[in-house]
Each structure stands twice: as C-alpha cells, then as structure tokens.
C-alpha cells in the first residue's frame, strides 16, 4: 500500500487489509513515495479512524519504498496518480511495472481514480478515505480467500 507520506492513507489501507486477513499468512505492508515522515507514527486522525472501527494502527512508523519492494511484494497498490508515477519511475523492468495498480481500481476497475490526499482537510476526509479503501480491501480479501 503506497501513498505520499506513508502516514495518512496507505496506513489505513495496511491496517484494514490485516484486519480481514489475519488468519492468512500474507506480507501486508505500506510505505510513502515521500521522505518527511520517514519514522513517524501514523496521522492521529488516521489512527482515530482506524481505532473508531476497531483497527489498531500504532504499531505503524512510516517508511520509503524502496526499489527492493519489488521484489518483496506480489502486487503493489498505490493511492493516486502521483505515486503511481512516482513508483513506476522506480520499476526496473516491465514485471516490476505490472505489479502496480490503483487501489481503487478494485472497486471502479480501469478507471484509475485517486483516494484523495486527507492531510490538508478535516476529519471527514479521513472517514471517506477509511470508506473507500474499507471497499477496496473487502475486494482484495475476498479475490485472496
Ligand atoms: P498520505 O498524506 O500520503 O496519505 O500519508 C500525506 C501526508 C503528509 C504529507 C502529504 C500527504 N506531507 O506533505 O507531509
């Protein structure tokens, strides 16, 4: 799960993919195309969501995705159109490029729609972001079971 600052959304996406597969031994991770928040603890309005819906995401320290992800990972969803970019500059070869997709393509296939950046906004951003990526990952738990 990539986003920008690896503090707002992908923490959230991280957290509610876990939550539905707990009993799956599956790597689920998330990072930031960014380096300001390298470390840091998810954004308190992402955790109080998360934490509102029975997910604990504390745990978390927001980290860069690295090139060796790649390898790590069998698909790598990005938030937005940014990060998108912003990863696949990285890709090495055609099947790094592959493995990125829109997570909300999941939920709106092939249109490429970007979960929108909470940071800047209030706490309704952070509950429709929650919302959205809740849909995308009951998909991607349901296509994994
Ligand atoms: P995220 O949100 O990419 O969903 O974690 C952001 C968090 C921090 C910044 C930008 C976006 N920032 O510029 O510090």
């Known amino acids: ?34 380096s300001y928040h390298i470390g840091d603890l998810p954004d308190l309005r992402s955790i109080a969501i ?3 819906n029975g997910i604990d995401i504390t745990n978390q320290r927001g980290r860069k995705f690295v090139v060796e992800d790649f390898d790590k990972f069998d698909v ?4 937005d159109a940014y990060n998108y970019n912003a990863v696949l500059k990285l890709a090495r070869n055609e099947a790094d490029k592959a493995k990125v997709d829109f997570i909300l393509n999941k939920v709106f296939p092939n249109e490429n729609l970007d979960v929108p950046d909470p940071y800047s906004g209030g706490d309704y951003g952070f509950k429709n972001v929650f919302n959205m990526l809740y849909e995308a990952c009951e998909i991607i738990a349901k296509q994994i079971d």
């Open 1 to 34: 799960m990539v986003c920008l600052g690896n503090i707002c959304r992908s923490p959230l996406a991280e957290g509610i993919l876990k939550s539905k597969l707990i009993t799956k031994d599956i790597l689920i991770d998330s990072a930031g195309t960014g």
């Open 50 to 52: 998360a934490k509102k």
């Open 76 to 79: 790598i969803y990005v938030m």
